[in-house]
């Protein structure tokens, strides 16, 4: 039965706060207290990752309108640079088509902006249009994008949290909690000892069975990264996350052979495509591999990251983005968890993710969320329409 054809794509940016955007928070949240990044070895962009721009591009939002006036929308970064991507250069792969046409519509945006795209600002744009028409795809058939994947292979998803305090994480009933690291390497041995201290202090309050992570943002070299992982070994840091620079493929390979026996290296929510993914797995470069299902390429592109992973043995735990994120790994043996990131400023509490974009957002009760709360059609959740949508281009 064919699909009601595509009427119409639009693209709106969203500033102030909050959702996918999600550095975009106000003074004295966690997310934005002296987290260790690529730019702290220069000192005024130590303390805050606003300061150096974080959050400068805002909130993409993305809808694509049928014929028949129903509408699939997706909520991503990229804000007003993206919505000029989407309008004037994605919106005539997808208007006049059949929403089922998914894989040509994902291949034509990509092939035809990959002169200046292939990663970053232009997939976070089409990774936007892709998550839309599978809403979209869902709202027209009445079924949960899960069941469009495969349906669901657990009964319930179980979630670490990543936050400043794994030890209120713990009480909350998640299984893990993964801090953000402070202290770069130019912050020298004491901001070395400081990572470690901290990591020992959690790990007292939080006992030995519950999992502790560091995710450092892509702030380390291969040698800061091999003596941090060593000396929170004693502590038992189950995974270092995203150590070094997204593009050092050789430095990730190198530091999955010093870390310690057991100690997994995780990485991914800055790499895009097949392709990236591709180099990380070829080149054993970690563990896990975490796409953002927002930044990768979408659903469309996740399947093939995800098939390749597989193939090779390793987890996909996708970077924390909500419902975007939980239809997929509710539906793949090779995604066992999935990350909740406390948008709570404490973070003392389990708040939406997404919000205030996001109506009807499921939250981890227990650290868990049942499939069957998954239920809904298209990734089952409602734009929220107070907010100032702002469309900069037509097309
Ligand atoms: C906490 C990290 O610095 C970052 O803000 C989020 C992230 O990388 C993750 O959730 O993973
Ligand atoms: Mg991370």
Redesign the pocket.
């Known amino acids: 039965m064919p699909l009601p054809k595509i009427k119409e794509v639009r693209a709106f940016v969203v500033r102030g706060g909050g959702g996918a955007d ?2 975009d928070q106000g003074a004295g949240h966690w ?1 934005d207290d002296h ?1 260790a ?1 690529p730019m702290a070895k220069y000192p005024e962009y130590r303390q805050s ?1 606003q300061s150096f721009g974080i959050n400068v591009l805002g909130t993409l939002v993305v809808e694509i309108e049928a014929e028949d006036g129903t509408i699939g929308f997706a909520v991503t970064t990229g804000g007003e640079p993206a919505c000029y991507i989407v309008e004037k250069h994605l919106a005539r792969f997808l208007e006049g088509r059949d929403p089922a046409e998914y894989e040509k519509i994902w291949d034509q945006m990509y092939f035809s902006t990959q002169y200046y795209g292939r990663k970053g600002l232009v997939v976070n744009a089409i990774s936007g249009v892709d998550l839309a028409l599978w809403d979209l795809i869902g709202r027209l058939r009445q079924e949960p994008v899960h069941h469009l994947l495969g349906g669901a292979v657990r009964d319930e998803l179980q979630f670490y949290a ?2 400043a305090r794994p030890d209120i994480a713990k009480q909350l009933g998640f299984i893990g909690g ?1 801090l ?2 402070h202290h770069g390497p130019a912050e020298g041995e004491e901001g070395l000892k400081k990572n470690v201290a901290l990591l020992a202090d959690m790990r007292a309050r939080c006992g030995d069975d519950f999992w502790l992570m560091y ?1 450092c ?1 892509m702030a380390l070299d291969v040698n800061y990264a091999t003596r941090l992982a060593h000396a929170c070994h004693a502590h038992g840091l189950k995974w270092i ?2 150590a070094i620079s997204p593009d050092d493929y050789w430095g990730y390979a190198e530091l999955k052979r010093n870390v310690p026996a057991g100690m997994l290296v995780t990485t991914g ?1 800055h790499e895009a495509t097949r392709w990236g993914f591709r180099m990380l797995l070829e080149m054993d470069c970690c563990d896990i591999i ?1 796409p953002d299902v927002g930044w990768c390429g979408g659903v469309t592109e996740l399947l093939k990251i995800s098939a390749l992973a597989d193939a090779r043995g390793k987890l996909v735990v996708p ?2 983005s909500s419902v975007y994120s939980y239809h997929f790994v509710v539906t793949r043996h090779n995604s066992p968890f999935a ?1 909740f ?1 406390m948008m709570h400023p404490g973070p003392t509490e389990v708040v939406p993710m997404f919000a205030p974009q996001l109506l009807g957002e499921p939250v981890p009760v227990n650290g868990r969320i049942r499939a069957s709360a998954l239920d809904k059609p298209g990734f089952g959740v409602e734009l929220n329409r107070e907010i100032p949508l702002h469309r900069p281009y037509t097309h």
Do not use: S
């Open positions: 999600y550095h997310i987290i990044t990752r990543t936050g993964k953000p690291l995710d943002w996350e995203e929510e975490q970077h924390g990350e990131l």
